[in-house]
């Protein structure tokens, strides 16, 4: 199992940034995605980043250009900074580990944390 502990959500006005930390509990080098997803009041979970352990990102479309996720694999974190906040980016954010051993697959998450974006 893998533990995961984010920190790095506050109030922040629109145009500011944030850089959201994600804290495994045990080396993540083999963890095949890390990823962030968010969900805002009233609406599902929705991924927003993610970067395998070969080091390939994604993210959806809403958030390209402005968020940027990496990881260390020596501190077992991963981030996600955030710059040109919106509105519409508030929500809690939750890191994930998705893993897969021997064609079986395992998702860890998080408790959250709050990010919310004033206009």
């Known amino acids: 199992q893998v533990q995961l502990v984010e920190s790095g959500g506050g109030l922040v006005q629109a145009g500011g940034s944030l850089r959201l930390s994600c804290a495994a509990s045990k080396s993540i080098v083999r963890i095949n995605t890390m990823g962030w997803y968010r969900r805002a009041p009233g609406k599902q979970r929705e991924l927003v980043a993610t970067?395998?352990?070969?080091?390939?990102?994604d993210y959806v479309d809403s958030v390209k250009g402005r968020f940027t996720i990496s990881r260390d694999n020596a501190k077992n974190t991963v981030y996600l900074q955030m710059n040109s906040l919106k509105p519409e980016d508030t929500a809690v954010y939750y890191c994930?580990?998705?893993?897969?051993?021997?064609?079986?697959?395992?998702?860890?998450w998080g408790q959250g944390t709050q990010v919310t974006v004033s206009s």
């Open positions: 970067i395998t352990s070969g080091g390939s990102t």
């Open positions: 994930n580990a998705h893993m897969v051993i021997i064609s079986m697959q395992y998702d860890y």
